[in-house]
């Protein structure tokens, strides 16, 4: 257990309205991810940050923004809700040696 | 593009049967090549693999990089049904930004 956790695990929200998502570590990891998994696929890089304030783009960043004002919070925002961000997100942190630990995921649907 | 191949998609075996996943890669740049293994929940970290052939081994799973011919194998020998599983490669390049593949799903049958 790397101590991360996200929120909220489970959401149902409606197209065109804002989400945010949440993650949390208690260990003070510099690099911060946020992926998403859709069926049938490996995770893929939506942003990540490697330290406060300091944040780029993954592979699908579209759509998508992200914060992250202190080190053990990572905000992934969805500025207006699509039907294709219906996916399952997932947070990572980056330990020694680049070995990745994930958090439990946020299953969200876009109806 | 980076982009991470694995083979095959899926895989139903007997326990006690031996099987070998396979990750092909082409990055831009790498820095190491990890493999994962997810059940109904998050990924697990397994392996994480910088040198070509040094094998790395954890009880019966074990992995092996060939960075001239750039893939990767994970072998499980003498499966059984709590290896029944996603296992997914990755490849890091710079800042740890991962690019993985779409899995292997192994179902292993008593």
């Known amino acids: 257990d790397a101590g991360i956790t996200q929120s909220p695990r489970h959401k149902v929200t409606e197209t065109g309205t804002p989400v945010t998502l949440r993650c949390h570590q208690t260990e003070n990891h510099r690099y911060m991810y946020w992926y998403r998994q859709d069926p049938g696929h490996g995770l893929r890089l939506i942003h990540y940050?490697?330290?406060?304030?300091?944040?780029d783009k993954g592979e699908v960043s579209d759509g998508y923004s992200v914060s992250r004002s202190k080190t053990e919070d990572f905000l992934l925002t969805l500025e207006s809700a699509t039907s294709s961000q219906t996916s399952v997100y997932f947070c990572?942190?980056?330990?020694?040696?680049?070995?990745?630990?994930f958090g439990p995921g946020t299953r969200l649907t876009v109806t | 593009e980076d982009k991470v191949v694995q083979s095959p998609l899926s895989l139903v075996v007997h326990e006690g049967d031996t099987v070998t996943l396979n990750c092909s890669y082409e990055v831009t740049n790498f820095r190491s090549l990890l493999w994962y293994k997810q059940e109904k929940k998050a990924p697990t970290f397994l392996f994480m693999l910088t040198s070509s052939g040094i094998e790395k081994k954890s009880g019966r799973l074990s992995s092996i990089l060939d960075k001239k011919e750039l893939f990767s194998i994970l072998n499980i020998t003498a499966t059984q049904t709590g290896d029944s599983a996603i296992y997914l490669c990755a490849v890091q390049g710079n800042a740890g930004k991962s690019t993985f593949g779409d899995g292997t799903t192994l179902t292993v049958k008593p």
């Open positions: 990572a942190i980056s330990v020694s040696n680049y070995e990745q630990y």
């Open positions: 940050s490697y330290g406060v304030k300091d944040t």
